[in-house]
């Protein structure tokens, strides 16, 4: 077997070391960062060309790219939404065309209604450069009228958070920067909503651009600048934080990511700025859903498969001390993945590498039935 000696390019180090909490980690590479660079560019350019120089050299590599082509020549849908209008079910989505090189945001009135393009990304940037962000979103409000979406350039995620109004088919004024992988959740009223931002260029040091991102409050029609800032302020400046909300109450709920451990907040959207803790742990991963009437609390707290407990809503409107959850599902012997609520509480497990769905009475969260999904045959016969 012939061995092929590869002289990669030189990758310089610089000394850096920052101290988080009393313990130094160093960063030599920082300077790849940032794009903009010329040396950065060189060094980009040098591995192309070892990797082109690789790839040309497989024999089979027509093959695979005709293959591969030829499964790739299908229609996607993907990052579904559905919402209940006045007429009926609003389906929302990012459709992809194989003949095309970015997916389009687009809606569809019922199963049989016609598929609707909203923002088409080519339209904006025809060499394919611009991008709607799929990392989360898109995001419509309640009622379906109105879609909030991120787009971003030259796949930087550097998002710039937009609003569309379906029911006269135009763009609002509403454009929000600095957006990048936005979370965001509608108020009950469709009149704003609760989003993710990044620091404002000017308002805080360079180095800290891409540290404290925050949640702030959107009313349509507002100049962004005004949005107040409902939670972060303080807090440690990489947390990540994801919004819920329902369309039958006037709540938000808060889960705060340090991704080994979390905390969840619930607060009534008449007083953001007073959230009150429906847990903390800076041990354990957790996660809150929000019902109707209740937040259902995920948690891997003496429980390393999760268990889930149920905290009433109305059990927070003048709290004394912490309300307490009862269990409604104790720890089984499956890991608990995800969970969604409507007439049920179904819940998304992994079981012996397989994924299952567990179909949960709502208020006693007793189990009604399970959904398997049978496993994959990677070999086949």
Not at 81 to 95: A, D, K, P
Not at 183 to 208: C, H, I, M, Q
Not at 324 to 331: M, N
């Amino acid at each position: 077997m012939k061995v092929m000696r590869m002289e990669y390019p030189r990758t310089r180090r610089e000394d850096i070391v920052d101290s988080y909490h009393g313990v130094n980690v160093e960063d030599p590479y920082r300077w790849l960062e940032d794009l903009s660079d010329p040396e950065v560019q060189a060094w980009i350019d040098e591995q192309n060309k070892l990797t082109d120089s690789i790839l040309n050299s497989y024999t089979g590599r027509k093959k695979v790219l005709e293959r591969t082509a030829e499964l790739l020549k299908h229609e996607t849908i993907s990052n579904l939404v559905i919402r209940e209008t006045n007429q009926g079910v609003r389906f929302f989505f990012l459709y992809k065309d194989p003949s095309i090189s970015q997916p389009v945001l687009c809606y569809q009135d019922g199963e049989d209604g016609k598929r609707i393009e909203i923002v088409n990304p080519l339209d904006i940037k025809s060499d394919g450069s611009m991008s709607i962000d799929s990392t989360h979103g898109p995001y419509p409000s309640w009622d379906g009228r109105y879609i909030a979406y991120s787009v971003s350039e030259f796949g930087t995620e550097d998002s710039t958070l937009h609003v569309y109004d379906i029911l006269t088919s135009k763009a609002l004024n509403d454009i929000i920067p600095k957006t990048r992988w936005v979370d965001l959740a509608w108020n009950n009223e469709n009149t704003g909503f609760y989003y993710t931002r990044y620091p404002l260029p000017g308002t805080v040091s360079e180095d800290k651009m891409n540290y404290n991102r925050h949640v702030y409050y959107h009313e349509l029609g507002r100049d962004y600048h005004e949005d107040p800032k409902v939670f972060g302020e303080g807090r440690h400046p990489t947390e990540m934080y994801h919004l819920h909300t329902h369309c039958h109450n006037d709540w938000i709920l808060i889960n705060v990511w340090r991704w080994n451990s979390a905390d969840i907040y619930i607060s009534h959207q008449s007083e953001p700025l007073s959230p009150f803790p429906v847990i903390e742990s800076k041990t354990d991963i957790c996660w809150g859903h929000l019902s109707e009437d209740s937040v259902f609390l995920v948690s891997f707290i003496d429980a390393p498969n999760g268990k889930i407990s149920r905290y009433r809503l109305d059990d927070f409107l003048h709290p004394d001390k912490a309300p307490e959850g009862a269990i409604v599902v104790e720890e089984g012997e499956y890991t608990i993945s995800n969970i969604s609520t409507t007439g049920y509480l179904s819940i998304k497990v992994m079981k012996n590498a397989n994924n299952e769905i567990r179909i949960h009475d709502l208020e006693s969260g007793a189990h009604i039935e399970t959904i398997e999904f049978p496993s994959p045959k990677l070999y086949p016969k």
